[in-house]
């Protein structure tokens, strides 16, 4: 199971930490990311760090303003969001993907993880 927090109101140009807690698996094994659903639109890649070297990847939108990090000792993966826009005003959803690699292609594929967190709600004013 993913548990996502850290949700809130903020004003634009500031910051807000997400996490997003695993239970019940090998965390340090999967492929984590980060979705968001806009209002009226659908749900959209943010971010993906791998399993086994860490590397990150972005969304174009959020590069350079967001940081995906995990913490394989206590089953976390966070998202740092700063410089936030109104736009940035989502659902943001953590993902994972049990039982193997996501292959580069289909990383901001919705249907390629097969784990979901319940969502975090991030508003940000103008």
């Known amino acids: 199971q993913l548990q996502a927090y850290g949700g809130g109101l903020v004003q634009a140009g500031g910051s807000l930490r997400l996490s997003c807690a695993a239970s019940?698996?090998?965390?340090?094994?999967?492929?984590m990311g980060w979705f968001r659903r806009a209002p009226g639109k659908e749900r959209a890649f943010v971010a993906l760090i791998r399993r086994n070297d860490g590397n990150t990847y972005y969304a174009n939108s959020v590069k350079g303003r967001f940081t995906i990090g995990r913490d394989n000792a206590k089953n976390t993966v966070y998202l740092q969001m700063n410089s936030l826009k109104p736009e940035d005003t989502a659902v943001y959803y953590c993902?994972?993907?049990?039982?193997?690699?996501?292959?580069?292609?289909?990383?901001?594929?919705?249907?390629?993880?097969?784990?979901w967190g319940q969502g975090t709600q991030v508003t940000v004013s103008s």
């Open positions: 993902a994972a993907k049990t039982g193997g690699r996501i292959i580069l292609s289909a990383i901001e594929s919705n249907s390629a993880y097969d784990t």
């Open positions: 019940g698996g090998t965390f340090s094994g999967l492929d």
